[in-house]
């Protein structure tokens, strides 16, 4: 017989273990916002345990707080000896009316990383 404690125990470990937002996202570890002839340049710094080709962090978004994507920076490929790593966006129009922004971020195995970074501007 099976000890009930054990069987809960590796109950949550598997669930753990297969829950996106885990182990393999893409850390959002900064953002800044500056803004230049009412357009905005958006620098994002990431940290990925990129591995090559076939696992890295691949893009990342502004948005609106309602999820309307305003810009996306593509990451053309991987940085594995380079981490964190700063890629920043220029030309982006950013509504007058938002204080705030948020970042996310993905990569090309697991997809969006569930973290979001809320991005303060600075009017």
């Known amino acids: 017989m099976v000890p ?36 905005w340049t958006i620098s994002v710094t990431l940290r990925h345990a990129d591995t090559g080709w076939n696992h890295y962090a691949d893009l990342w978004q502004i948005q609106t707080p309602e999820g309307y994507v305003l810009g996306e920076r593509v990451l053309l490929h991987p940085h594995v000896d380079e981490q964190p790593f700063t890629r ?13 922004v948020i970042i996310r971020a993905r990569d090309n195995l697991h997809g969006f990383s569930l973290e979001t970074y809320q991005l303060a501007l600075p009017r």
């Open 88 to 100: 920043s966006l220029s030309g982006v129009e950013i509504p007058r009316d938002l204080e705030n």
């Open 4 to 39: 009930k404690s054990f069987v809960l125990l590796f109950l949550v470990s598997s669930v753990l273990a297969v829950e996106p937002g885990f182990a393999g996202d893409v850390e959002i570890v900064g953002a800044t916002a500056r803004e230049n002839g009412g357009n």
